[in-house]
């Protein structure tokens, strides 16, 4: 049935390609609309792949066209004869956030007899729930009538081996042997320029300020995105961090904890990064659009802040972005609520958030400790307490964006939200107003 149906997609697109016809196969193929790539992402693996797919089947005369989860209904499926998904899994086996709309509406009665999907499912074989939302869709569009065109394809972290089989399954898709090669973007060198031991004496791990040069000094990025960097020690698994500064700072600022081991000895990357490697040492990288966790149409909002520990980096990011913009005219509004360990000796950027404070960039900045014996403990805590000023923001049209760790403090946000905003949460989320970076 698979080989069938791949092979009738093959054909008719094809044929479509050659402006031909292919009676047989209409089934398959409308030889009108594009076909469809959706992408499920959190941190942009899969948006990404899903464009090389996109452009790699345009090269091959096949026009496809791309499109977020956060924007498909799942009736608009039924109405389709082809579909590509490329979705990556969260959490504990979640589904990105862009697709919490989707599957709220997955329990609607559809018929998607019409619809050959293929389905790249992103994950790591480190999580229990490998693949778990991408193996959750394919379920549910098989129960609900679709054809797959081929076996379901799992990528272990990022497996070369597994991308291959998706390459190859679109080069029969789109009738050619020679799509064109589509690495990501390649890693640079860049420079370890500065390092800086942030928390001294705190009970909690040691933080640090790292600052790295691109070797291409005219390189962008915007607030929100991150970079990914590769260590000597474990090249082709990659580690994220998240952008704590803009290109008019001239280098990459970020916030890495060092990880401990139980057995105590340090994490790959960030014991690497934050200890073994000298100033001024090469250090592959490359940058990461994070267009999730960008200001996008939030732009003209008030924002709410929420984060820990190296989390601030992402919500620094930000504040830069609008302190930069400040004319005087703003009259927009941004609310910091950041958790840590102790007062004495976790409060990075203590000067910057205390500047912004005194020139009114900050409205309110709640920091939340966790062992300085108060009751309110975390951020969720502060969260909870101040739950009719949070609506009373949303209501004005207000945004929020978390960054940090997602057990313990995002996980816990998420059902504070939820608790006082109930299914306007969702709405938030459909909005683009509600954004999160967190690992
Ligand atoms: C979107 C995103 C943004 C992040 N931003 C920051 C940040 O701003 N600051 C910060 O300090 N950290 C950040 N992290 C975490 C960071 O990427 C690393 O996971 C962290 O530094 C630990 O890596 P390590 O190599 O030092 O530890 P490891 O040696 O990797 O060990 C840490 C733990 O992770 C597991 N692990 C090992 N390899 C991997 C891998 N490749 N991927 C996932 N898990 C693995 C191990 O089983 C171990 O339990 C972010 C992660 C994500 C996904
Ligand atoms: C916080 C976090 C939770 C994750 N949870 C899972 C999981 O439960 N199951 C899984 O297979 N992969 C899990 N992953 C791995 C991601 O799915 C994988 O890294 C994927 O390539 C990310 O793609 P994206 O950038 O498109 O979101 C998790 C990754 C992170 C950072």
Redesign the pocket.
Known sequence: MAAYGLLCLVVGLRSRARRGAMQSCTQAVDGTTPLLVAHAS??GTAEELAAQTVRALATAGVPATLQSFAQLEPSLLSSLSQALFIVSTYGEGDAPDVAAHFVASMDASLDLSRLHYGLLALG?R?YRSFCGFGRELDTWLQSHGARPLAPRIEVD?GDEASLQRWRHNLSHIAGTADLPDWQGAPFDSWTLRARRHLNPGSLGGA?YHIELASPHPACGWEAGD?LQLE?PA?PG??????I?SLPTDGVVQ??????R?ADGS????????TQAAPEGAPVRARLRA?SHFRIGHNRGRDLILIGN???L??LRSHLRQRAAQRDGATTRRHWLIFGERQAAHDVYYADELRQWQSDGLLTRLDLVYSRDGHTERYVQDRLRAESDRVRSWLDAGAAIYV?GSLQGMAAEVDAVLQQTLGAGLAELQRQGRYRR???
């Not at 970020?254 to 990880?259: A, Q, S």
């Open positions: 959190q941190t790591d480190r972290g933080v991150l260590v474990d698994r990659p580690r994220e961090y998240s704590a970020l916030l890495v904890r060092l990880e081991h340090h994490g790959l990357a960030s014991g690497w990064l994070h520990g190296t989390g980096a992402g960054c970076d967190v690992y």
